[in-house]
């Protein structure tokens, strides 16, 4: 389907930002953005993840180097953002040069892990720093010297394990990197495209125009371009934009505000963290002040200390002292009444106590600056036991105190606070504003201690929120935020916010699920170790996610390494079953929940007759002290009389992760169909294999076949059409393709052997992977010669997607006769409920007996078609290695089966027993399912497990 267009210039409205070459976050927000935000969020499916865990390159690492480890996939580009496990034995780098070399060293072994195309060589030494423990060591891709624009790579050594590891390569950004059009021309672009936000004159750019490859976000791939990257700054007021612009053709590509406006509304409640009438004041030490004595002649200058005590040697009272709000840790620049800062003076004798104050009924902007300040003191104290390494907790810290704007505060490297107005009160006198804006440069500052984790709007807005939660111990931000009362606030974050369902345009409301994650995570461990101990641990985990977290997701990972003692992750962490918890009950946890169960088979192919039949399983738990029962059975089930009847078999687990059990021997011309269940020690289902609701099991075939036809799509083409067969004849509609699949729509993202599959909407050429509403298209085969045969079987590898058989239905034609149709919800069950998706998460193989239809006939044709209704879409067919077989072994009658009807009746029954109402087994009732041509048996469990490595996951808490 091809992707819609951008929006006109002329459509685009950004909001003010501000001139610095940091991001700049307001503590709330006006206007959109160039695209919808959530566009610029990763998002993660767990089916998808499932999916990706079965990837080539993935399952190399595996035997590389174990099964025990886990991988976050970027769904768009398909590369592991993060892995981590049990930890690989590297040394403990001593210098820079060492670390740099053991994680280069680790990409030119571990180089498919990079993506396709990209080398060891296009990675850039970006940092190797130390942090708790911890190494960092860091590089950027460049793409033909030109650097990608966010692409980073990186691994994490802790007691000589690298431990953790990132790809953000992109590798499709494979664009021509000689620019067409000048930087001074992308300037005016950048200039004409801002013209409406503010006048030209008033716009300039600000630092290199740089060259890049920009990754512009779309629904689900990116979508590359040669960019100048223009930094534009508004030289009269708030505003600072990344504008990139399309080196070839000049166009205006994106636009990014540094400021993220949006709107917010609420209020403040507590007198010593805001406004009230009457003023009730909170007492702070001035810390580090300038005190001066002008008394004596000349001027005598001092400094108080920590706890504001200050000592004038030689100075005799009583006599006159004045100080005001610039000091060594914070500076107030006032924005009203002339500029002039807040200044005290007192006549003193020796050991007065002074109280800087003013009548904040009368004198709103000297209050908000002695609060500012105050408020500045507390969150920076607090800050420096998060993280002593935090440059921004020790700096001096700049305020810039009573703009005249209002209903708002923002960080641009320094920390902004408007003037009352607009029903809204002065924001620097409500120090939950202030710690949120100081959270912001906290968390810029942190980003430097590793140089491994990007400035993301969402989660700083979360991050800020945390701050001043975890200043209160309350998860209220802002009461009293207007001046309508003190009984609301302006956002709380004790709630159940999950990803991704409560992304929103407005970065400040997604960040809530990052600040309620945290909440919920301090909570679990001041339970655990009581008040004191459990809020610093979960504020020391909190500054270790933010040195190495790109966006709200990759959270969970940075709180696993944070809270790691000793460089292996496959092993837990001290907290490993609260951080899963907490992560987990708001979308970001592992998707094996707080136990991380992970399960792998390598489904079975063909198989002799007459001999047994081993299956195995991989079945771990990845966090079992996280768990009251561990796994306690696998049962293997299945079937040879094409669903009718099943018969069970317990799996004998050798270390609690290898299972294994042994089918019967069965007689040739049985079809099996099979799955395995696991349970656990409270008589829980916990998962099945495979994970499809809609065709909840394996197949294969017994006896001998001999191949007639067979098309693996990797040479000559051999005669293969594809048409539109109803539906408006649109560009894509007829979306057949046969190339590389890449991922998309819950396509599988490599072919089952070789490269090429045929498919619907592969996903390339800025397609999106899906299939259209509204059609009917088809594959159709070469004519095939079975006249020589009688018994003859297709077979084809299958991964499919598509809605409900009672919307959608991707059928399979023999001659024009249906054989097998995807799985259809009874006609009782209401629309709104029909929602038994066909979803494979791994290459199926599909076996159809076609004797009767095809057996002995000359020009015979095979036709996969999708039939689409006007809403939902899926990723539709993929298709590998098409054959027709010929049995060469006589059928015989497989044990059990009694229904030797040909009447064409579907009796399939799924593992359970119950009827599914399909997929349905069109025509003769031994129909259905899949095998290869292959006389394949298992390896070990451990080797079967890792050769298909679908590690999956589910998502509740075994008891």
Same mark, same amino acid.
């Given at each position: 389907?091809?992707?819609?267009?951008?929006?006109?210039?002329?459509?685009?409205?950004?909001?003010?930002?501000?001139a610095?070459p940091?991001?700049?976050?307001?503590?709330?927000?006006?206007?959109?953005?160039?695209r919808?935000?959530?566009?610029?969020?990763?998002?993660y499916?767990?089916?998808?993840?499932?999916?990706?865990?079965?990837?080539?390159?993935?399952?190399?690492?595996?035997?590389?180097?174990?099964?025990?480890?886990?991988?976050?996939?970027?769904?768009?580009?398909?590369?592991?953002?993060?892995?981590?496990?049990?930890?690989?034995?590297?040394?403990?780098?001593?210098?820079?040069?060492?670390?740099?070399?053991?994680?280069?060293?680790?990409?030119?072994?571990?180089?498919?892990?990079?993506?396709? =195309?990209?080398?060891?060589?296009?990675?850039?030494?970006?940092?190797?720093?130390?942090?708790?423990?911890?190494?960092?060591?860091?590089?950027?891709?460049?793409? #033909?010297?030109?650097?990608?624009?966010?692409?980073?790579?990186?691994? #994490?050594?802790?007691?000589?394990?690298?431990?953790?590891?990132?790809?953000?390569?992109?590798?499709?950004?494979?664009?021509?990197?000689?620019?067409?059009?000048?930087?001074?021309?992308?300037v005016?672009?950048?200039?004409?495209?801002?013209?409406t936000?503010?006048?030209?004159?008033?716009?300039?750019?600000?630092? %290199?125009?740089?060259?890049?490859?920009?990754?512009?976000?779309? !629904?689900?791939?990116?979508?590359?371009?040669?960019?100048?990257?223009?930094?534009?700054?508004?030289?009269?007021?708030?505003?600072?934009?990344?504008?990139?612009?399309?080196a070839?053709?000049?166009?205006?590509?994106d636009?990014?505000?540094?400021?993220?406006?949006?709107?917010?509304?609420?209020?403040?409640?507590?007198?010593?963290?805001?406004?009230?009438?009457?003023?009730?004041?909170?007492?702070?030490?001035?810390?580090?002040?300038?005190?001066?004595?002008?008394?004596?002649d000349?001027?005598?200058?001092?400094?108080?200390?920590?706890?504001?005590?200050?000592?004038?040697?030689?100075?005799?009272?009583?006599?006159t002292?004045?100080?005001?709000?610039?000091?060594?840790?914070?500076?107030?620049?006032?924005?009203?009444?002339?500029?002039?800062?807040?200044?005290?003076?007192?006549?003193? +004798?020796?050991?007065?106590?002074?109280?800087?104050?003013? %009548?904040?009924?009368?004198?709103?902007? =000297? @209050?908000? @600056?002695?609060d500012?300040?105050?408020?500045?003191?507390?969150?920076?104290?607090?800050?420096?036991?998060?993280?002593?390494?935090?440059?921004?907790?020790?700096?001096?810290?700049?305020a810039?105190?009573?703009?005249?704007?209002?209903?708002?505060?923002?960080?641009d490297?320094?920390?902004?606070?408007?003037? +009352?107005?607009?029903g809204?009160?002065?924001?620097?006198?409500?120090?939950?504003?202030?710690?949120?804006?100081?959270?912001?440069?906290?968390?810029?500052?942190?980003?430097?201690?590793?140089?491994?984790?990007?400035? /993301?709007?969402?989660?700083?807005?979360?991050?800020?929120?945390?701050?001043?939660?975890?200043?209160w111990?309350?998860?209220?931000?802002?009461?009293?935020?207007?001046?309508?009362?003190?009984?609301?606030?302006?956002?709380?974050? /004790?709630?159940?916010?999950?990803?991704?369902?409560?992304?929103?345009?407005?970065?400040h409301?997604?960040?809530?699920?990052?600040?309620?994650?945290?909440?919920?995570?301090?909570? &679990?461990?001041?339970?655990?170790?009581?008040?004191?101990?459990?809020?610093?641990?979960?504020?020391?985990?909190?500054?270790?996610?933010?040195?190495?977290?790109?966006?709200?997701?990759?959270?969970?990972?940075?709180?696993?390494?944070?809270?790691?003692?000793?460089?292996?992750?496959?092993?837990?962490?001290?907290?490993?079953?609260?951080?899963?918890?907490?992560?987990?009950?708001?979308?970001?946890?592992?998707?094996?929940?707080?136990?991380?169960?992970?399960?792998?088979?390598?489904?079975?192919?063909?198989?002799?007759?007459?001999?047994?039949?081993?299956v +195995?399983?991989y079945?771990?738990? @990845?966090?079992?002290?996280?768990?009251?029962?561990?796994?306690?059975?696998?049962? &293997? +089930?299945?079937?040879?009389?094409?669903?009718?009847?099943?018969?069970?078999?317990?799996?004998? =687990?050798?270390?609690?992760?290898?299972?294994?059990?042994?089918?019967?021997?069965?007689?040739?011309?049985?079809?099996v169909?099979?799955s395995?269940e696991?349970?656990?020690?409270?008589?829980?289902?916990?998962?099945?294999?495979?994970?499809n609701?809609?065709?909840?099991?394996?197949?294969?075939?017994?006896?001998?076949?001999?191949?007639?036809?067979?098309?693996?799509?990797?040479?000559?083409?051999?005669?293969?059409t594809?048409?539109?067969?109803?539906?408006?004849?649109?560009?894509?509609?007829?979306?057949?393709?046969?190339?590389?699949?890449?991922?998309?729509?819950?396509?599988?993202?490599?072919?089952?052997?070789?490269?090429?599959?045929?498919?619907?909407?592969?996903?390339?050429?800025?397609?999106?992977?899906?299939?259209?509403?509204?059609?009917?298209?088809?594959?159709?085969?070469?004519?095939?010669?079975?006249?020589?045969?009688?018994?003859?079987?297709?077979?084809?590898?299958?991964?499919?997607?598509?809605? /409900?058989?009672?919307?959608?239905?991707?059928?399979?034609?023999?001659?024009?006769?249906?054989?097998?149709?995807?799985?259809?919800s009874?006609?009782?069950?209401p629309?709104?409920?029909?929602?038994?998706?066909?979803?494979? &998460?791994?290459?199926?193989?599909?076996?159809?007996?076609?004797?009767?239809?095809?057996?002995?006939?000359? /020009?015979?044709?095979?036709?996969?078609?999708?039939?689409?209704?006007?809403?939902?879409?899926?990723?539709?067919?993929?298709?590998?290695?098409?054959?027709v077989?010929?049995?060469? !072994?006589?059928?015989?009658?497989?044990?059990?089966?009694? %229904?030797?009807?040909?009447?064409?009746?579907?009796?399939?029954?799924?593992?359970?027993?119950?009827?599914?109402?399909?997929?349905s087994?069109i025509?003769?009732?031994?129909?259905?399912?899949?095998?290869?041509a292959?006389?394949?048996?298992?390896?070990s469990?451990?080797?079967?497990?890792l050769?298909?490595?679908? &590690?999956?996951?589910?998502?509740?808490?075994?008891?």
């Amino acid at each position: 389907m091809p992707l819609r267009p951008l929006p006109s210039a002329a459509a685009l409205v950004v909001a003010a930002a501000v001139a610095l070459p940091i991001p700049a976050h307001a503590l709330t927000g006006r206007q959109p953005i160039l695209r919808d935000p959530r566009l610029y969020q990763r998002t993660y499916e767990a089916a998808v993840q499932r999916a990706h865990g079965s990837r080539g390159e993935w399952t190399d690492f595996l035997l590389r180097h174990g099964p025990k480890w886990t991988a976050r996939w970027d769904e768009r580009s398909h590369t592991a953002l993060r892995f981590y496990g049990e930890g690989i034995e590297v040394g403990q780098p001593a210098t820079d040069e060492e670390a740099y070399a053991i994680g280069e060293t680790f990409f030119y072994d571990n180089e498919d892990l990079l993506g396709d =195309g990209v080398l060891v060589e296009d990675l850039v030494r970006v940092a190797a720093k130390e942090a708790h423990g911890t190494r960092y060591v860091s590089f950027r891709r460049e793409h #033909r010297g030109v650097p990608v624009e966010g692409s980073r790579v990186h691994v #994490r050594i802790k007691n000589g394990r690298l431990f953790m590891g990132g790809v953000d390569t992109h590798p499709d950004a494979d664009v021509p990197t000689s620019p067409a059009i000048p930087k001074e021309a992308a300037v005016e672009v950048a200039r004409g495209d801002l013209s409406t936000l503010a006048p030209r004159d008033r716009l300039s750019a600000q630092g %290199d125009v740089e060259l890049v490859v920009y990754p512009l976000p779309l !629904e689900d791939r990116y979508e590359y371009h040669l960019a100048w990257k223009v930094r534009m700054v508004r030289e009269d007021g708030p505003g600072t934009w990344d504008v990139f612009v399309d080196a070839t053709d000049g166009s205006l590509v994106d636009r990014l505000d540094r400021i993220l406006w949006l709107d917010g509304t609420l209020n403040v409640r507590h007198d010593l963290r805001t406004v009230t009438n009457p003023p009730e004041y909170g007492v702070t030490p001035m810390a580090f002040n300038k005190v001066t004595f002008p008394d004596p002649d000349p001027d005598v200058t001092v400094y108080t200390d920590a706890a504001g005590w200050f000592d004038a040697s030689g100075v005799s009272g009583p006599t006159t002292v004045t100080t005001s709000v610039v000091g060594d840790d914070v500076r107030i620049s006032n924005f009203s009444q002339g500029n002039a800062e807040i200044a005290g003076s007192w006549t003193v +004798s020796d050991g007065a106590v002074l109280e800087f104050s003013t %009548d904040a009924a009368t004198d709103e902007y =000297g @209050q908000a @600056q002695l609060d500012v300040y105050a408020f500045l003191l507390q969150v920076r104290a607090r800050a420096q036991g998060m993280d002593p390494a935090n440059a921004y907790a020790w700096d001096r810290i700049d305020a810039k105190v009573n703009q005249d704007q209002t209903c708002n505060a923002y960080f641009d490297g320094d920390v902004n606070f408007f003037r +009352s107005g607009s029903g809204c009160n002065n924001t620097g006198r409500i120090s939950d504003v202030v710690y949120h804006e100081f959270g912001h440069g906290f968390h810029y500052y942190q980003l430097t201690q590793g140089d491994v984790g990007v400035f /993301d709007g969402a989660l700083s807005e979360g991050a800020g929120d945390y701050m001043s939660g975890t200043m209160w111990g309350d998860p209220y931000l802002a009461p009293g935020f207007f001046v309508s009362g003190a009984s609301t606030w302006l956002r709380e974050f /004790d709630s159940d916010y999950s990803w991704p369902e409560d992304i929103d345009a407005d970065p400040h409301y997604t960040g809530l699920i990052f600040a309620s994650t945290m909440w919920d995570l301090q909570t &679990l461990l001041v339970g655990k170790y009581g008040a004191d101990a459990g809020r610093a641990h979960a504020d020391l985990l909190y500054a270790r996610i933010l040195i190495g977290a790109m966006d709200i997701p990759t959270t969970y990972e940075e709180a696993l390494a944070g809270d790691d003692d000793d460089g292996n992750l496959a092993n837990g962490t001290p907290n490993v079953c609260e951080i899963n918890d907490a992560f987990s009950a708001h979308g970001l946890g592992p998707v094996g929940g707080a136990a991380g169960i992970s399960t792998a088979h390598a489904p079975l192919g063909n198989q002799a007759s007459g001999t047994e039949i081993p299956v +195995s399983a991989y079945v771990a738990i @990845q966090y079992p002290q996280c768990v009251e029962y561990g796994i306690e059975s696998t049962r &293997l +089930s299945w079937s040879v009389d094409a669903g009718s009847n099943w018969e069970t078999a317990d799996m004998v =687990g050798d270390d609690g992760e290898n299972w294994t059990a042994t089918l019967p021997a069965l007689p040739a011309g049985t079809q099996v169909l099979y799955s395995i269940e696991i349970a656990d020690g409270g008589g829980n289902a916990a998962y099945t294999l495979p994970d499809n609701a809609a065709m909840p099991y394996y197949m294969f075939y017994v006896g001998e076949l001999a191949p007639v036809f067979f098309d693996d799509f990797e040479g000559d083409d051999l005669g293969w059409t594809h048409e539109l067969l109803s539906g408006d004849d649109e560009e894509g509609a007829d979306d057949w393709q046969q190339g590389r699949p890449r991922g998309e729509s819950g396509d599988p993202s490599e072919a089952f052997s070789g490269s090429i599959v045929w498919g619907n909407d592969l996903g390339s050429n800025q397609y999106n992977g899906a299939y259209q509403p509204d059609k009917v298209n088809t594959l159709v085969s070469p004519p095939l010669d079975l006249s020589a045969h009688s018994l003859v079987r297709l077979q084809f590898r299958r991964w499919l997607n598509v809605e /409900d058989g009672s919307f959608d239905n991707a059928t399979v034609y023999v001659e024009e006769q249906p054989v097998w149709t995807n799985l259809a919800s009874p006609s009782s069950v209401p629309d709104d409920e029909r929602d038994v998706h066909h979803e494979d &998460l791994e290459w199926q193989l599909h076996d159809i007996d076609i004797s009767g239809i095809a057996g002995g006939r000359s /020009d015979v044709r095979i036709r996969f078609e999708i039939d689409s209704d006007g809403g939902l879409e899926f990723g539709g067919w993929n298709v590998d290695d098409v054959g027709v077989y010929a049995m060469t !072994e006589a059928p015989e009658d497989p044990p059990g089966d009694d %229904d030797d009807d040909d009447d064409g009746d579907d009796d399939t029954t799924d593992p359970a027993g119950e009827d599914p109402e399909g997929p349905s087994l069109i025509g003769d009732p031994d129909t259905c399912g899949g095998c290869d041509a292959s006389d394949s048996s298992p390896s070990s469990p451990v080797g079967a497990a890792l050769a298909a490595l679908a &590690l999956l996951f589910f998502r509740r808490r075994l008891r």
